[in-house]
């Protein structure tokens, strides 16, 4: 079975985080989606409009998504993977070189998107 990681606050749901987990999932069997806490968000001065556990709620319902586990820190990536057997990495293109460095442990790939909606723009 190969399996694919995606991580994101995925705060207010739009069509583009459906492409994406979409697009996620056909490069697998699995598909686990790494949601940051409502505690990481704090760390990174974001707030989310929804809560940690409404957030997971959600991505738990979408056909897509196989699981969802919580984003605590930056750095818990690699170990996210190693853990759970991931074989592909996967995040939107504005992330693009951030993530290099897991290409030790698994492939990583970024997805392109479109720059036509945004969460932040939703919250306006």
């Known amino acids: 079975m190969k399996k694919v990681i995606t991580y994101g606050t995925f705060d207010l749901l739009h069509?583009?985080?459906?492409?994406?987990?979409?697009?996620?999932?056909?490069?697998?069997?699995h598909l686990t989606v790494a949601i940051s806490t409502?505690?990481?968000?704090?760390?990174?001065?974001?707030?989310?409009y929804h809560s940690y556990k409404n957030r997971k709620s959600v991505l738990e319902a979408i056909r897509y998504?196989?699981?969802v586990i919580p984003e605590n820190c930056?750095?818990?990536?690699?170990?996210?993977?190693l853990?759970?057997?991931?074989?592909?990495?996967?995040?939107?293109?504005s992330w693009k070189g951030e993530f290099d460095f897991?290409?030790?442990?698994c492939d990583v790939i970024y997805l392109n998107?479109?720059?036509?909606?945004?969460?932040?723009?939703?919250?306006?």
């Open 65 to 67: 998504v196989d699981e």
């Open 83 to 93: 853990k759970n057997n991931i074989d592909v990495f996967v995040m939107g293109n």
């Open 102 to 105: 897991l290409k030790e442990y």
């Open 15 to 29: 069509w583009e985080h459906i492409q994406l987990l979409k697009k996620a999932k056909e490069l697998g069997d």
């Open 74 to 81: 930056w750095e818990q990536k690699k170990e996210d993977i």
């Open 113 to 124: 998107s479109t720059e036509e909606i945004s969460t932040t723009m939703i919250k306006g």
């Open 38 to 48: 409502d505690e990481f968000n704090e760390l990174k001065h974001k707030s989310s």
